[in-house]
């Protein structure tokens, strides 16, 4: 997915309202919207908007939201040699302890959270 693509799918699952006014918070939105369809501006740049794929502080924020299945889900992404869908059930580590598996997750880079916080969801698109 593209870094586009992955801040769209972030905002949406934790609540982007599809307002585009500057001085409002996306997630707490108070304005009366006179379409249905999410609208987002181009380029997808606007500060509001969060960088999630390049910001780890943007991404632990939108890990407020997600459920406990997330961390199982970034432990796999961070798996060395993890590459796609196909591979969630292979590649499992064996003779792998807690504290390395955790230090793993730990050290993962936004880009890896927000494709587990996506695949997670079931809206990562490989």
Known sequence: MTDQEI????ALETGFSGCVDESCDYRKCQHLH???KV???EPFSIPMYPDYPNSLDAMREAEEYAPLSYWEMLE???RP????????GRNSIR??????RLAR???ATSRQRAEAFLRDK???KD
Do not use: C, H, M
């Open 76 to 78: 796999i992404v961070t």
């Open 7 to 10: 801040r769209i799918a972030i």
């Open 39 to 41: 609208y987002f501006p």
């Open 105 to 107: 997750v730990a050290s």
């Open 122 to 124: 079931k809206k990562w």
């Open 34 to 36: 006179k379409e249905s």
């Open 81 to 88: 040699g993890f590459r796609q869908e196909s591979d969630i």
């Open 95 to 100: 003779g792998e302890s807690l504290t390395q």
